[in-house]
């Protein structure tokens, strides 16, 4: 049973427009969450967190929004560029000071930004 | 600063042979991950080390995966034998301690299994 889950497989935008990646989960003991953005033949690399102490944490033109109540966190790009091509990967973890070993990844959303 | 090296970037082997590959960390980081990447879903821990000691290894198939990480650096994972579903990205990661926001991801081995 899938802890974390990204429900859209894949996401096309224009540059320029907004990027929303949605990610969901169902346990309600995470209490920190991580976007990870991996392109292809390299490894994930770490994009933005957020603790559930927040509900919104921005960084440039990436800001992830954390709802609680519903188990919800989603990312926004904002505006979306042609390098932001990916695979986003939504991570979630029972807290900051918790062994990284609990982190459990979502299977991923691949964006496509059109020229 | 030099990433998270692993070795070999693709392997293509018959079931039944043995695999191995390799993995350098970040210089000074003392926790290592490896995790396996199923095609279309997210990493899964196979086994985290704290310096040499294996300490979570709870969701490596130890029937046929074995890994080591001799004087607490680089570390080397092996199947033998390997099966038509070993077939995935083996990624290894590293942190300096063994909590935190992130860990840095090397850019994995990919294996097939025919």
């Known amino acids: 049973d899938q802890q974390v889950k990204q429900n859209s497989p894949s996401l096309s935008v224009q540059e320029g427009r907004i990027s929303i990646l949605n990610c969901d989960y169902t346990n309600s003991m995470f209490d920190y969450f991580l976007w990870y953005k991996k392109y292809p033949a390299e490894g994930p690399t770490f994009l933005i967190s957020?603790?559930?102490?927040?509900d919104k944490n921005e960084d440039g033109r990436f800001t992830v929004f954390l709802n609680k109540s519903a188990k919800h966190l989603s990312l926004h790009i904002v505006p979306s560029q042609p390098g932001d091509s990916a695979v986003y990967f939504c991570a979630a973890s029972p807290g900051v000071k918790t062994s990284y070993d609990k982190v459990i990844f979502g299977p991923g959303t691949s964006l496509s930004v059109i020229p | 600063e030099a990433g998270v090296v692993q070795s070999p970037r693709y392997k293509i082997i018959e079931k039944k042979q043995p695999v191995a590959f390799w993995c350098n960390p970040i210089?000074?980081?003392?926790?290592l991950y490896w995790y396996r990447q199923n095609l279309g879903q997210g990493p899964e821990l196979l086994i985290r080390y704290e310096n040499e000691e294996a300490v979570d290894d709870s969701q490596l198939p130890k029937d046929r995966f074995s890994a080591e990480r001799l004087k607490g650096v680089d570390s080397t994972l092996k199947i033998q034998p390997a099966e038509l579903g070993d077939s995935a990205v083996y990624l290894c990661?590293?942190?300096?301690?063994?909590?935190?926001?992130?860990?840095?991801f090397g850019q994995g081995t990919r294996l097939t299994v025919v």
């Open positions: 957020i603790s559930s102490i927040k």
């Open positions: 210089s000074g980081h003392n926790t």
């Open positions: 990661a590293s942190s300096m301690v063994p909590s935190g926001t992130e860990a840095f």
